[in-house]
């Protein structure tokens, strides 16, 4: 079965592009497109969109603030950033509102389908670019979170191991452990961070400085 996406950009030849670039593979399906947030906003219900690969800069309202408004009246629909910013402080406003995945505009053909397949999984998918700046940077925990969260040595391991997009398998196979140790890890961190899935376990590592 295709995907079904559709895209907003307000570049008639990014459109265009990404139409050409996708044209001819039976994995995608683009149902439709929009060149601003107003029309984005009106046309999505109708467009039966899975994924929508949103653009940051837009004329009318910022992909930022347009994703938060999406995805509460939409919480099904994934979202994946496709811009020029490779600016992490974008990244992560993008990932605290919901959005799945975050690629620039100098991905190819093949990363691209990969992050629309990873994120209609459930799961998160960033350029590895951006992902190398968020995890490696020198975040500090927020001093006026008031929430302490106490990880043990492995469930760290399997939370970095989660945010490199490891499945369960390979992070078994990396650590040493029982797909099912692995899995009560996540458990216990998705417990830990009042967090649903992956996605959720990421973005609240993120908030408190723990990624």
Not at 18 to 47: C, P, Q, R, W, Y
Not at 131 to 145: G, I, M
Request: hydrophobic share 40%; glycine share 6%.
């Amino acid at each position: 079965m295709s995907i079904n996406i559709a895209i907003t950009d307000d570049h008639e030849m990014v459109l265009q592009g990404i139409k050409s670039m996708l044209s001819g593979t039976d994995e995608v399906k683009i149902t439709a497109t929009f060149n601003d947030a107003k029309s984005t906003l009106n046309g999505i219900e109708h467009s039966q969109a899975e994924v929508l690969l949103l653009d940051i800069n837009l004329p009318d309202i910022n992909g930022i603030d347009l994703s938060k408004q999406l995805l509460k009246n939409y919480p099904e629909l994934k979202i994946v950033a496709l811009t020029n910013f490779d600016d992490v402080s974008f990244a992560k406003r993008m990932l605290k509102n919901g959005v799945h995945g975050y690629v620039l505009k100098n991905t190819d053909k093949i990363e691209l389908l990969k992050a629309l397949k990873t994120v209609l999984a459930g799961e998160i998918y960033f350029q590895k670019d951006i992902r190398d700046k968020l995890l490696f940077r020198n975040s500090k925990p927020k001093a006026n979170t008031g929430l302490i969260i106490k990880l043990t040595r492995r469930e760290k391991e399997v939370l970095v191991a989660i945010s490199e997009e490891l499945t369960t398998q390979e992070i078994s196979e990396k650590l040493f452990i029982s797909p099912k140790t692995v899995e009560t890890h996540r458990s216990n961190l998705m417990l830990k961070f009042g967090a649903k899935n992956s996605v959720g376990i990421i973005k609240a590592a993120l908030e408190n400085g723990l990624l």
